[in-house]
């Protein structure tokens, strides 16, 4: 067995760091000692939230991490930070240091691809990439990001403007409701003192009229 794996070892070839080699003893290795990498990377970082605040109540950060360490430990560096609690949700995020991170390889969680595809990171990777493989120039994909930056303003732009309605004409509904019932409840208050004067002011009259005890009555 030592005999047949020292042959077999001695048949790979070398090769730089950084590049692929496939071992021919355990075909799911990438040279001797480094595992392979789902996404095939050789670096196994992500990019991913790390969770702060209260209970009820989170925000998160957004960092580089080794894909082995846990979910809120230590990581490599912070790049952005994400609150889902606000209406829109608040996204802040350094974006050369994430897409310098995205072109070195690092893998963005599920969510965190989604914020990165919000803001646009994950598009200008893929026109980056674009230009690394010759398929157009780096001017060519700036235009096309811009393109896609101004139509993706505009559609922030319409929602905001349609949040803003929807809570002035809540303001207004409100404001609206809240005169009416106090108006109803004026009008009641009003009935109660109307009846409340007609009903004393018989009595008034006929206490006036009456006679008082003892007086004779006028003579004729």
Same mark, same amino acid.
């Given at each position: 067995m030592l005999v047949w794996l020292t042959k077999q070892l001695a048949g790979l070839r070398p090769h730089s760091p950084?590049?692929?080699?496939?071992?021919?003893?355990?075909?799911?290795?990438?040279?001797?000692?480094?595992?392979?990498?789902?996404?095939?990377?050789?670096?196994?970082?992500?990019?991913?939230?790390q969770r702060k605040g209260k209970k009820g109540q989170p925000y998160y950060h957004i960092v580089v991490a080794d894909?082995? +360490?846990?979910?809120?430990?230590?990581?490599?560096?912070?790049?952005? !930070?994400?609150?889902?609690g606000r209406n829109p949700a608040f996204i802040e995020i350094d974006r050369d240091k994430a897409l310098d991170w995205m072109q070195k390889g690092a893998q963005p969680t599920d969510t965190c691809r989604a914020?990165?595809?919000?803001?646009?990171?994950?598009?200008?990777n893929h026109l980056l990439n674009g230009v690394k493989?010759?398929?157009?120039?780096?001017?060519? !994909?700036?235009?096309?990001?811009?393109?896609?930056?101004?139509?993706?303003? *505009? #559609?922030?732009?319409?929602?905001?403007?349609?949040?803003g309605e929807a809570r002035d004409k809540a303001t207004r509904d409100r404001v609206a409701a809240e005169l009416k019932k106090a108006e109803e409840k004026a009008a009641?208050? +009003? *009935? #109660?003192?109307? *009846?409340?004067? !007609?009903?004393?002011?018989? *009595? !008034?009259?006929a206490a006036t009229e009456a006679p008082a005890e003892g007086e004779a009555p006028a003579a004729e």
């Open positions: 950084g590049t692929s080699v496939t071992n021919p003893i355990y075909p799911h290795l990438r040279g001797p000692f480094l595992w392979k990498n789902p996404n095939n990377r050789d670096m196994p970082t992500r990019i991913r939230l894909q082995r +360490s846990p979910r809120d430990g230590k990581y490599i560096e912070r790049i952005g !930070a994400y609150d889902p914020i990165l595809s919000y803001t646009g990171l994950v598009y200008k493989k010759g398929a157009f120039d780096a001017t060519e !994909a700036e235009r096309r990001f811009d393109i896609w930056m101004n139509e993706k303003n *505009a #559609k922030i732009e319409a929602k905001r403007s349609k949040l009641k208050i +009003s *009935a #109660k003192l109307a *009846a409340a004067s !007609a009903t004393e002011a018989p *009595a !008034a009259e």
